[in-house]
Structure formats: structure tokens, C-alpha cells
């Protein structure tokens, strides 16, 4: 049986789907993030800046007021 160019595609997507989905899957097993509530001691936490420097959340403590920002990437 000769299958059409669309068929194929439709094929190809469709394995591509049963791939990829179950990989994308959260592990059901592990425990969800805890939450931090307003008032509660923030956790320790250590990221990288624009600069591609370290900077350690402990680290800013006494200083003057610490904003962290979060960009999504929509594109």
C-alpha cells in the first residue's frame, strides 16, 4: 500500500507525539515544590545573574532590599 505525503506527516507527528509526551511528564512519585508563605524565612538559594555571576540570597541579608526577578520566555 502506497501512503500519500500527508499520511506520512500525519504519521510522523503522531509518533513524534507518543515520543516526546511521556518524557515532558512529571514524575508523579516526587513531592511538590513547598511553598513559601508571606512572614516565612526564605530559603537558601543561590543563582546566576545577566552577568553571569553567582549571587547567594544569604549573602544579602542586611543589606538594603533585594528584588529578584523572573523573565518567561515567550518566544
Known sequence: M????????VAGALLAALVAVPALAEDAD????QRVEVGQQ?????LKGCDD???DL???RGQKNAVLV????SW
Request: hydrophobic letters at 35%; glycine letters at 4%.
Open 2 to 9: 502506497k501512503l500519500s505525503a500527508d499520511r506520512m506527516a
Open 58 to 60: 544569604a549573602s544579602l
Open 30 to 33: 516526587s513531592d511538590p515544590p
Open 70 to 73: 523572573f523573565f518567561r520566555g
Open 42 to 46: 526564605a530559603p537558601p538559594v543561590e
Open 53 to 55: 555571576q553567582d549571587y
